[in-house]
């Protein structure tokens, strides 16, 4: 039987999320995007490399609205999740600041659920200007890397990361 896990993609309006899951899913990039409204779904089937070997993993990709009306609704879309992707856009002031927010409240609702950091819109910064994410990985641990949804860098590095780390642990 094949895994499925609810993996929930968390970060302010705007940063990149859909095109994120756009990028992974259908591995395309479309600049007249629709902003979500409330929560969209998508299930996509990976193989994942574990330490047992290849296994295959249904991640169902929450895309949560950036801007959610009060903290109950948000918790609500994380109950049951088995990891997240945390969301930052670098052409914003401290990106990583934004991010920690959002795995603060991962952290206490989902303890012990994987999170995986993804700094998007690489394309738009020089490497030079990318943050030091230290104090998010020291907080909370988990892959963090900058990326690029219009590009396609690190993406699915991020998503197999994550997945990974779900299946390891056993979630
Ligand atoms: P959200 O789902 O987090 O709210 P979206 O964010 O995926 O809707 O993206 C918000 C805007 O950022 C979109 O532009 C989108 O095209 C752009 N974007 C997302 N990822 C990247 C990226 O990696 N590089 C660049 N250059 N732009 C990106 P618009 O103009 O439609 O608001
Ligand atoms: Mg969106």
Redesign the pocket.
């Known amino acids: 039987m094949i895994a499925a896990r609810k993996i929930c993609?968390l970060?302010?309006?705007?940063?990149?999320?859909?095109?994120?899951?756009?990028?992974y899913v259908q591995g395309s990039?479309?600049?007249?995007?629709?902003?979500?409204i409330g929560v969209a779904i998508t299930r996509h089937r990976t193989e994942i490399a574990t330490s047992q070997g290849p296994q295959a993993l249904d991640q169902i990709l929450w895309?949560i609205?950036?801007s959610l009306h009060g903290r109950d609704l948000a918790l609500r879309y994380l109950e049951g999740a088995a990891g997240a992707l945390i969301?930052g856009?670098l052409?914003r002031a401290d990106p990583v600041a934004a991010m920690a927010a959002h795995a603060a409240i991962v952290a206490q609702e989902l303890p012990g659920r994987p999170m995986v950091f993804a700094l998007?819109?690489?394309?738009?910064v020089e490497p030079a200007a990318r943050p030091d994410g230290q104090t998010l990985l020291a907080s909370h641990g988990g892959l963090l890397r900058c990326?690029?949804?219009?590009?396609g860098?690190a993406v699915p590095e991020l998503f197999a990361a994550l997945g990974a780390r779900i299946l390891e642990i056993g979630i």
């Open positions: 993609v970060g302010d309006f705007a940063v990149g999320k859909t095109s994120l899951i756009r990028r990039f479309a600049e007249d995007y629709q902003a979500t895309d609205e950036g969301v856009d052409t998007n819109k690489a394309d738009l990326c690029s949804a219009k590009t860098e």
